[in-house]
């Protein structure tokens, strides 16, 4: 070794991505890469006086999480807003947002999310409700899966709602009897209300480095931005190198474009931003909705709304026409697929972009998968299609009210994991972060438990051992990112992003998984968060 080491760090419990369980053993880093993984006790030979050395014994040192699926800006955006995840009818959600509203007298628009009418014993949504409670500032609340918003009239006034606004391709302005919007959009037509909300750059950069110190806490060390919903604007990618530029990026950041039939913007955006730290990663788009509210694409109809089977965002052939196109530009694609017909589209769609184009390396990804038909399960293997799954979801609405929409037989093939991997399908997670909170713990507490919080459990079978699910989160995506050869184990030569947590998880039972926490984040070789007690 011909220059000594600037960090050396040291533990009883290392697991590096490359077993299934933690060694003693010494991480030897220079500048921001690993140089050498050795046993502890061969660290003398390595140590200067310049060496820092870090020794955190029994805690559990591990590579840095890798969150496949969050929206940034919107998820730093709403950390700041009024929650409603445990609301129990419109009266209630209502009630906080004027509480908030008081406590916030000068913002000028209330924002807030998680409402979800499903769990509801009367699950009506209407402006009037919020009305009463804030009749002059704009409300716009994002339902818990954000593919609908409830909206009061002064946020319809604002955006230029009305009686003769038009429903947009999948997307419904929700009107009542006489043609009066109610304040519930759905799909697509959020955007309509969204679009009068823009933000300036100085709140975009405070919002990002929100984000930054949020991910340095949770050991979040790289990300896949799939941008604000629903507009999937690429204009925080200058934001992003920005940071990067003047050493402010403490997490990695991948990002997409929306797939449209337009590639050129792509082919610029990959020849610009490719850096260590800020990456253009191919395209995302919305096959179908969501489950709750019917507009996720099935294959039969919805158990308790036997008229509809949901629909796609755009038409299947123009679907498979980008994805084709796309994949012959070497781009990557991912598709956000919740009902089973989705799934099966896109896969089709894959499956004619090898026949046309040839068979590659291609990585593309389907996210969500929350439904699946079993002939389907085993070509994400045969099609080298990555299964990009946020197990935190299982946390959402509850079983029960999941039953009710697709019903008893179709719920033993929902939010699978374990049959997917083991039918050849490499698992990625990630959060969908602002959906659900950024906290990798939890979502690998539900990965090896599949317990939601009320202790129902969501298809026993499902659940991964701990290893898989930890390299689900570290390893799968920097696979799917193509920089395994850089990221997601510690080994010689990959860049130095690693976390500490304050106990072995492998030793300990597993809800006290959902209760560690990260103490330790280095990114690139830099320490970014550092709250150990040793």
Same mark, same amino acid.
């Given at each position: ?151 009061? #009239?002064?946020?319809?006034? !604002?955006?230029?709602?009305?009686? &003769?606004? $038009?429903?947009?391709?999948? /997307?419904? %302005? ?118 709750? #509210?019917?507009?996720?694409? !099935?294959?039969?109809?919805?158990? &308790?709304? $036997?008229?509809?089977?949901? /629909?796609? %965002? ?123 909170? !950024? ?96």
């Amino acid at each position: 070794m011909s220059l000594p080491p600037d960090i050396i760090i040291t533990g009883n419990n290392v697991f590096t991505g490359t077993a299934d369980h933690p060694t003693s053993a010494a991480i030897v880093i220079r500048q921001n890469k690993i140089i050498e993984v050795i046993e502890k006790n061969q660290t003398n030979q390595y140590i200067t006086e310049n060496t820092l050395l870090y020794d955190f014994g029994d805690k559990l040192i591990m590579p840095g999480f890798h969150d496949f699926h969050i929206h940034l800006l919107l998820g730093s955006m709403l950390n700041n807003s009024v929650q409603l995840q445990d609301a129990t009818s419109a009266v209630e959600a209502a009630n906080r947002v004027r509480e908030y509203a008081l406590e916030n007298s000068d913002l000028p628009i209330i924002i807030g999310s998680g409402w979800d009418n499903n769990a509801w014993t009367n699950s009506s949504i209407h402006k009037s409700f919020l009305d009463q409670v804030v009749p002059e500032r704009p409300v716009i609340l994002y339902q818990a899966e954000f593919h609908s918003v409830w909206v009061n #009239s002064a946020m319809l006034e !604002l955006a230029g709602v009305n009686n &003769n606004t $038009p429903n947009p391709e999948f /997307g419904e %302005v929700v009107k009542d009897m006489t043609g009066e919007p109610t304040g519930l959009l759905l799909e697509h037509a959020v955007g309509l209300v969204t679009k009068a909300m823009p933000m300036e750059l100085k709140h975009k950069e405070q919002l990002l480095k929100q984000f930054l110190q949020e991910a340095a806490q949770f050991g979040v060390t790289s990300v896949h931005d799939l941008l604000r919903l629903p507009e999937m604007s690429t204009e925080e990618a200058a934001i992003y190198a920005d940071f990067e530029k003047n050493d402010k990026l403490t997490a990695r950041i991948h990002f997409v474009a929306p797939l449209i039939g337009d590639v050129s913007e792509a082919k610029k955006l990959r020849d610009t931003y490719h850096s260590n730290m800020v990456q253009f990663t191919g395209f995302k788009q919305f096959i179908d909705g969501v489950i709750t #509210s019917y507009t996720a694409y !099935l294959e039969e109809p919805y158990t &308790n709304k $036997p008229e509809t089977a949901g /629909g796609t %965002v755009f038409p299947e052939e123009l679907i498979k026409k980008w994805t084709i196109e796309a994949d012959k530009e070497n781009f990557r694609v991912r598709f956000h697929c919740i009902g089973d017909k989705a799934v099966k589209l896109a896969l089709d769609s894959f499956e004619e972009a090898q026949q046309q184009n040839g068979k590659r390396d291609s990585r593309h990804s389907i996210e969500h998968i929350e439904m699946i038909k079993q002939e389907d399960i085993s070509r994400f293997g045969e099609l080298g299609v990555l299964a990009s799954i946020q197990p935190e979801h299982i946390n959402g609405s509850s079983f029960e009210v999941f039953e009710n929409l697709i019903g008893e037989e179709r719920m033993r093939l929902y939010m699978l994991q374990k049959t997917l991997m083991d039918t050849g399908a490499t698992l990625v997670y990630g959060s969908d972060f602002p959906v659900v909170g !950024l906290n990798p713990l939890s979502a690998i507490y539900r990965a090896v438990t599949r317990l939601d919080n009320e202790n129902v459990v969501w298809s026993k079978d499902e659940a991964i051992s701990l290893a898989d699910a930890l390299k689900a989160y570290t390893f799968g995506p920097a696979y799917g990112s193509f920089r395994e050869k850089e990221l997601g184990t510690l080994e010689t030569g990959k860049l130095a992003d690693l976390i500490v947590l304050d106990r072995d998880l492998f030793t300990v039972s597993p809800e006290e998984i959902k209760t560690a926490n990260v103490i330790f984040t280095m990114v690139d070789g830099k320490v970014v968060y550092d709250n150990a007690t040793n």
